[in-house]
């Protein structure tokens, strides 16, 4: 525990205009990333006696170690630098909100010559129109199913519409009218873009213009006597309406409006966002968060702005934002907003009307999330320590090992021998800092022999970063090549953080393998254990027999999940770098041969058995191809070994190459 006058400021020093802080941990990590209008203020109110501090800031200041700041012209810079580096360092003392889902929208990618219709989750890309988020995939597709009707906008995806196009076929859905089919041509490109951006149009709320249209349109077809189009376009009007109906109208038709809502309680807070638009619910979202630092209502608010705004522009940024209570820097973060839409923004908090009682339902949603979210996590939380506690005890270690490494071999026969590292902390999997590794020291087939190298090679990174931040200073580092993470710059480091437990997929022979890697590098602070998994024994170092722990014991269930998902792991890199290497093609030895005229050539032959029999003459008639290339082709084709026949497995006929190899 580190004492706030130790690195205090000197008088003057702190410059009185606005800007952003950052306090660093002993390792220089970011901890807090804070902003102020002057920092010469701000950062007095953090060096006052500790029992007049609020416990998480008396906390985060005893952590910390140095602070340092940044000066800026504006309060919006300092408003969008705060966001930058906490989205950049990660720091475990800000407030950070966490997705309860991740949700799906209806996307139009309108970046592609022909936009298509989908479902998208994940992070947004340019040049993609996005509708939502929803609540559930299949109300997106019931949706887009009754538009498809008057907006028949491609859906297929890539390969689909390239086969299509090839044979000459529109699929189901061009012959049932839900598409115009681009791929056959029935509809020019610009056609099909004007059908797009009237799809989305009207999922932006103008829908008076289109059902007055089909209206008008089905009242001339009807006077014509034309009672089959008639029909038609009473069925999509009626389509229209039925998609219309599952948003519920809420404020006048004009409104496009974000209204955010809060629940807290001392330890944790959840948000809930209603996304309006042309007065219509269009989407819902929520967050959770611990109060990892002192904030209240106002705080919370703000830090729900930035992550919802930080990375969004244009009209996903609504014309109005609702809230239960005003920023702090209220003005400062308008003029944020406004630059992130390129357009004025109202930033308040409704006080009578339509608007404030749906901001009531809006805070009910919220509240029913938390109870929710406590519901939930006070059973994990249970579990995930009556779990720790239940290895430390088997495992006779000073306290609960928060956190757990784990080591697993994978290979097949030999070859592509790799091996993984998954991290848990409190119980939980830490998915940033998972790890890949390719055996080097060696070839062949030794389990042992690579367990001992992989925690060699992690645990001297480890000691690495301690002797770069002075906390190792006994002797030399034994150096590794290609220790990563090494940045003075208080980024999370990959190897930086010790684990309290090591464990390794394996018995007896592993377990001494990754002891003996440890004691080689004067290690004697973390404990070691190996699961076999044959009887899921618990094996520790020098130990003749095993530590059995009962079948309904909350650790081995936990010790289990951590090995199988070091195993899982190890599994996927391993098939990925087999599968590389058995797509290879003899044509990558060739000397400027690249992968447009690879292609070209497996195309003008066949298979790389077809051209391997080609003379040079035939090779040179393949568009691109010279002499000189078509010379080195041949050649490096006649060296290598043809590759082995297949073999049908089920009547054990050997296959003819007719297919070829995948240059």
Known sequence: MADPSSYRPKPGQIPDSPGVYKFRDEHRRVIYVGKAKSLRQRLANYFQPLTSLHPRTATMVTTAASVEWTVVSTEVEALQLEYSWIKEFDPRFNVKYRDDKSYPYLA?????????????RGHKKKGVRYFGPYGHAWAIRETVDLMLRVFPVRTCSAGVFRNAASAGRPCLLGYIGKCSAPCVGRVTP???????????????????????????????????????KAARLRDDIGALRKAMEKSAVVLADATDADLIALAEDELEAAVQIFHVRGGRVRGQRGWVTDKVEAVDTAGLVEHALQQLYGEETGDTVPKEVLVPALPDDADAVTAWLSGRRGSNVSLRVPQRGDKKDLMETVARNAQQALVLHKTKRASDLTTRSRA??????????DSAPLRIECFDISHLQG??????????????????????????????QDDVRSMHEVISRRFKRYLAEKEKTGEWVDGEVPADEGAEGREDDGRPKRFAYPPQLVVVDGGQPQVAAARRALDELGIDDIAVCGLAKRLEEVWLPGDDDPVVLPRSSEGLYLLQRVRD??????????RSKRNKRIRSSPLDAVPGLGETRKQALIKHFGSVKRLRQATIEQICEVPGMGRKTAEAVAVALAQAAPAAPAVNTATGEIMEDDGGTTA
């Open 108 to 120: 139009v990618t309108l970046n592609e010559e022909y936009p298509r219709v989908q479902v998208m």
């Open 190 to 228: 610009e056609e099909h873009r004007e059908l797009a951006e009237d799809f989305c149009d009207f999922m932006t709320g103008r829908t008076g213009t289109y059902l007055r249209r089909l209206e008008k349109e089905m009242t001339i077809a009807a006077e014509d006597m034309e009672y089959e």
């Open 388 to 397: 720790l506690e239940e290895i430390a005890d088997a495992l006779d270690l």
């Open 415 to 444: 070859e592509d021998v790799v091996a993984s590292m998954v991290v848990f902390e409190d119980g939980l999997p830490r998915k940033g800092e998972y790890r890949r590794f390719q055996i080097k020291g060696f070839e062949g």
């Open 565 to 574: 998902t070091a195993h899982d792991f190890a599994i996927r890199y391993q």
